[in-house]
C-alpha cells in the first residue's frame, strides 16, 4: 500500500555539505605543512559531506521518488523541492505527469464476426506509485498490453452497426459516450492494479476491414435507398389521399373509380420518379 512520506527540507543539509567541503580543503592544505592530523580530518569532512549529499534528492513538479531501504519499502514523496533523506535510502523516479498513449490499430471481430479495424487514443498518468513500481514489471509496457486487451474485448462485445442486429441496444458506430465510457470503465479495472488513473479514452478510428468495406458500403447504401424510397412513397400516399378527399369535399370535379385509379397511378409516378415528370395537356375533355 502506498505510504506518503514528508521529509525534511535539504537547504540546510546543503549548507552544511558546503561548510564541510570547504573545511576539508583547508585542513588537507593545512595538513601537507603541518601534521598528518589534518589530512586525517580533511578526509574525514569529505567523506560526511559526500554521505549527505547522497541524502539530498531534488524533485520535479508533478513528479515523484519511491524509496526503499535494502529491499523494504519505505515511502513514497510526491512533493516537489529539495528535500533530505537517508543516505541509505535507495530511490526510483516515477512522473505523475498526464501521459498520451495513441494505440496502434487493430484487426478484430465484432460481436457479428466481422472484421473492423479500430483505435483508440487515451490519457492516463501514475496514481499509485508502489503498485506501478512494484505490482507490475514495467508499467508503461503493462498499459499499452492492456490498453490492446481491453479495445479487443470491446470490439468483440459490440456489433459495427445494427445492419445485421436490429435490437442491439449499443454499436460501436453510433454507441458514442457510451462506448467511450464502457472503455473507460474496462481500462480502469484492468490498470488499477498498476496503479494507473484513466483520465480519458476514446475510439480514435473505426472502421470496417479492407477485405469487407466495398461490400458493406454497398449494403448501406442499400439500406438507405430501400429507407428513403419507404419515406417518400408514405409521403406521395399521404398526398394523393389529400388531393382526393379535397376534390371530394369541394365539388371541384367528380370522378368515378376508374378516373380515381388513373389519377392515384398517374400522381404516385410524378410523386415517386427520380426524374423530373413530363405533363401532356389533355386537350379535349376528361373522359377524351
Not at 589530512?39 to 549529499?53: H, K, N, P, Y
Not at 412513397?233 to 370522378?255: C, F, P, Y
Request: aromatic share 8%; with cysteine; proline share 2%.
Amino acid at each position: 500500500m502506498e505510504k506518503i512520506l514528508k521529509p525534511m527540507s535539504g537547504y540546510l543539509t546543503l549548507v552544511i555539505c558546503l561548510v564541510l567541503f570547504v573545511a576539508s580543503i583547508y585542513f588537507f592544505v593545512s595538513g601537507v605543512d603541518q601534521s598528518i592530523t589534518f589530512v586525517i580530518l580533511a578526509m574525514l569532512c569529505f567523506l560526511v559531506s559526500c554521505f549527505f549529499l547522497k541524502g539530498l534528492m531534488i524533485i520535479q513538479p508533478n513528479h515523484s521518488r519511491v524509496l526503499n531501504f535494502f529491499g523494504k519499502y519505505v515511502g513514497s514523496v510526491k512533493d516537489n523541492g529539495l528535500f533530505f533523506i537517508n543516505p541509505l535510502y535507495s530511490s526510483q523516479k516515477m512522473s505523475l505527469r498526464s501521459e498520451n498513449l495513441q494505440g496502434q490499430t487493430l484487426k478484430v471481430n465484432d460481436k457479428m464476426g466481422n472484421p473492423i479495424e479500430i483505435a483508440v487514443v487515451m490519457v492516463w498518468k501514475v496514481g499509485d506509485t508502489y503498485k506501478a513500481a512494484f505490482d507490475v514489471e514495467r508499467y508503461s509496457d503493462f498499459v499499452r498490453m492492456q490498453s490492446e486487451a481491453a479495445v479487443r474485448h470491446l470490439a468483440m462485445s459490440f456489433p459495427y452497426d445494427n445492419l445485421e442486429d436490429d435490437h442491439a441496444p449499443i454499436t460501436l458506430r453510433e454507441g458514442g459516450d457510451k462506448i467511450n465510457s464502457i472503455l473507460e470503465q474496462e481500462l480502469t479495472d484492468r490498470l488499477s492494479k498498476a496503479g494507473i488513473v484513466i483520465q480519458e479514452a476514446r475510439i480514435s478510428h473505426l472502421a470496417y476491414a479492407s477485405e469487407i468495406a466495398g461490400a458493406m458500403l454497398q449494403r448501406q447504401q442499400a439500406t438507405a435507398i430501400v429507407a428513403a424510397r419507404t419515406k417518400i412513397v408514405e409521403g406521395a400516399v399521404g398526398m394523393v389521399d389529400l388531393a382526393l378527399k379535397k376534390l371530394s369535399e369541394e365539388n371541384i370535379v367528380e370522378l368515378d373509380d376508374e378516373r380515381k385509379a388513373a389519377m392515384v397511378s398517374n400522381l404516385m409516378v410524378v410523386l415517386c420518379g427520380e426524374k423530373a415528370a413530363t405533363p401532356i395537356l389533355n386537350a379535349g375533355t376528361l373522359y377524351n
